[in-house]
């Protein structure tokens, strides 16, 4: 496979290997699948660019810099999704489309309806996309083959799921599906919340957003969780839907009731045992990987487990 031109390459400049946003899915235990041959799969779409006409682009990127388009440290598997996309404000298309128009209607002495107007929109776009600027991005996902484990960094359910169809495309098969699990995250939330009591290896935190069935929300933001106030809330019939918590001293996070992970950090002693073990670039990314890796996974492991175990899969 011929090695990725630089400006592709440059999509991963000053890359860090601690995700801040986890979407999860859920593949088969001991998935049989190789990092070789998923690296041969993917390369059948990868980011080409945008052509001049082209709004958008992606495709796979290398997460390293080896030309890899699968980067595997101990059996954990790291991809990268590049996007390119133009910069054109509709705002800036009806415009020059406006001024098109004028033009016409003075040169012909005639007005311009919405149909031809639209026309002209459509080719107005046309003739200013390849002066558009470019915005680059990257989405990075982790694959545990292992456990089972298929989890996307992104804050956005909508680039999750981009990310996910475009593996479905590259790949011959992908058994993945949305974790679900036997308690509804806002059902336990609520409950941990209401009794002041956080499941084992778990502290509740400070962050709060509460909702009703008729969509009225209150948020706390560095507040404290005791005291009549919010439990008044929850008695008036509101759930919560988004809480921070940490586990085990060592990573805090945000749930929501969509079994989102947003806000991920990873607290200073899992960082001062990244730093002290090198300082070799190359060295220290994989050994981020590892220990980014392990922990998440005992950290969801827990989190199934406080939400009532992993429900089983439908057909």
């Known amino acids: 496979m011929p090695p ?3 400006i592709i390459r440059g999509f991963l400049a000053g890359t860090t290997m601690w995700f801040r946003n986890l979407q999860l899915y859920r593949l088969p235990a001991q998935w049989a699948a190789d990092p070789t041959r998923l690296a041969e799969q993917l390369a059948r779409l990868p980011l080409q660019g945008c052509a001049a006409t082209d709004p958008r682009s992606l495709g796979w990127v290398a997460p390293r810099d080896d030309d890899s ?4 440290v101990n059996r954990q598997w790291l991809l990268a999704l590049g996007v390119e996309e133009k910069l054109l404000p509709a705002s800036i298309v009806k415009r020059f489309a406006s001024d098109r128009a004028k033009e016409i209607e003075e040169a012909e002495g005639r007005r311009v309806g919405r149909r031809e107007l639209r026309e002209i929109q459509e080719a107005m776009t046309l003739e200013l996309l390849p002066r558009a600027f470019i915005r680059r991005r990257t989405s990075f996902s982790w694959i545990d083959p292992v456990n089972g484990w298929l989890v996307i960094d992104s804050a956005s359910p909508a680039k999750g799921e981009e990310f996910l169809e475009h593996l479905r495309k590259s790949l011959d098969a992908l058994p993945a599906r949305l974790l679900k699990v036997n308690r509804s995250p806002a059902a336990a939330m609520t409950a941990w919340v209401a009794g002041g009591e956080a499941p084992s290896g778990f502290t509740l935190d400070q962050d709060l957003e509460l909702r009703s069935s008729e969509k ?7 507040h404290s969780l005791e005291g ?9 019939g509101k759930v919560v839907t988004r809480l921070a918590m940490t586990w085990n001293d060592r990573i805090s996070f945000l749930l929501n009731d969509q079994l989102q992970i947003k806000r991920l950090a ?10 002290n073990q090198t300082e070799n670039a190359d060295e220290r990314f994989d050994i981020d990987f590892t220990l ?5 996974a005992r950290l969801l492991d827990d989190l199934i487990a406080a939400l009532g175990g992993e429900a089983p899969a439908t057909t």
């Open 216 to 222: 009225a929300s209150v948020r706390y933001v560095n």
């Open 292 to 296: 980014m890796t392990g922990e998440v």
């Open 69 to 72: 388009l699968v980067h595997s």
């Open 228 to 236: 009549d106030e919010i439990r008044q809330h929850i008695a008036a």
């Open 4 to 6: 990725f031109p630089p």
């Open 266 to 275: 990873f607290l200073d002693l899992l960082q001062e045992q990244s730093e």
